[in-house]
């Protein structure tokens, strides 16, 4: 937990991860979670409090990350970046891996229509 916790304040404070990035409920501002951690309203937070700040923040800090990593995959996949991944892509991503020995995805199978 401390590792994680570690990483995630690191990932912050140096800027890769940042509060724009989510577009998600879970997408909110320090301040708010002091203040929903803060349940006596006494503007300090005690050991519990501070605790609870520290699961709270955790919590939107690793939602960002992941989605940081879907956009990246998704951006992996959209190789024109028109925000949308057609078979041709999806298909030279494949064969690129394939080439490094990386099996990302099943194959593809093709449909024919009438």
């Known amino acids: 937990m401390k590792v994680l916790f570690s990483a995630v304040v690191l990932a912050v404070l140096s800027g890769s991860v940042s509060a724009s990035e989510s577009t998600t409920a879970v997408s909110v501002k320090p301040a708010n979670l002091f203040i929903q951690a803060d349940k006596n309203k006494d503007g300090k937070l005690d050991k519990a409090e501070f605790d609870e700040f520290k699961q709270l923040e955790e ?19 959209d190789q024109d970046g028109n925000g949308e991944v057609t078979r041709d892509e999806l298909k030279a991503v494949r064969m690129m891996a394939h080439q490094k020995g990386k099996h990302i995805l099943p194959p593809v199978k093709t449909v024919t229509t009438n």
């Open 59 to 77: 919590a939107r800090i690793t939602q960002q990350i992941h989605e940081r990593f879907n956009q990246m995959k998704f951006a992996s996949f």
